[in-house]
């Protein structure tokens, strides 16, 4: 993902000022050279590409890290244990008789608020950027799965006092023994009866699926994926100055 939709726009301008002593070709980048005219000198010099990857990534990390509102992730939601494996995430929670597991990729999720009035989209250059993940819901008794996959939803529309509207909604619903294949028969949540639609929705809610876990949620995916922003920034860095 690129630092421009994570990033004020006036970072960059920021990065120019601070390399403002300007060469003979004009870049304005008067460190930059000289540390090229260095480089050059040492017996296996990088290349030019490699060496300004590696002087902006060095910049990009510290502006991420200023930029991160959680610093240290948390080993719990709302009552769910947090397990990370790379992009995926495990939440798990033991009920009396079932285990909850929400299970959810952070990859593809992030993407910037939006505020809905075009007019104000155009006056606000950085907005934040969240994650909003589709994920996997299974209820597990026994050996036996009550699977559901939800997603956030697009086109919100605003509540009055005495309405409820969900932030999030049942994509699909399976039910299955053991492990799941491709042969588990699954339906679609907008093919549901209306009434069944709402009574699982219910469901959700009574295993701790709310939209206010679900919002927290999303609090959580997006700190998670910034850290595995800031993580991939910082191996890539390495992983161009030679150090693995």
Excluded at 10 to 34: I, P
Excluded at 44 to 61: A, M, S
Excluded at 191 to 209: H, P
Aim: proline letters at 2%.
């Amino acid at each position: 993902m690129s630092c421009s939709k994570r990033m004020d726009s006036s970072y960059t301008s920021d990065l120019l000022k601070n390399h403002s002593n300007t060469c003979s070709c004009g870049c304005g980048l008067k460190a930059l050279h000289t540390k090229d005219q260095q480089d050059e000198k040492s017996p296996n010099p990088k290349p030019l590409g490699e060496r300004e990857l590696v002087e902006f990534l060095t910049e990009e990390i510290v502006a991420e890290r200023k930029a991160q509102k959680v610093k240290t992730l948390p080993g719990e939601v709302e009552g769910f244990k947090v397990q990370g494996d790379g992009a995926e995430v495990v939440l798990t929670k033991q009920l009396k008789d079932e285990i909850v597991r929400i299970t959810f990729n952070v990859n593809h999720t992030v993407d910037t608020e939006d505020f809905g009035d075009e007019a104000q989209q155009e006056k606000q250059e950085f907005s934040e950027m969240r994650s909003k993940p589709q994920f996997e819901v299974d209820l597990v008794r026994g050996d036996t799965t009550l699977g559901f996959t939800c997603s956030f939803l697009q086109d919100q529309p605003s509540a009055s006092a005495d309405e409820y509207n969900d932030i999030f909604g049942i994509d699909e619903v399976t039910l299955y023994k053991g492990e799941w294949s491709d042969k588990v028969y699954a339906v679609a949540g907008d093919v549901l009866d209306g009434y069944l639609y709402d009574l699982l929705m219910n469901l959700l809610e009574e295993k701790g699926i709310s939209n206010d876990f679900v919002q927290k949620l999303s609090d959580f995916s997006t700190a998670y994926e910034h850290t595995a922003y800031i993580n991939m920034l910082e191996g890539i860095s390495k992983f161009t100055i030679g150090k693995q």
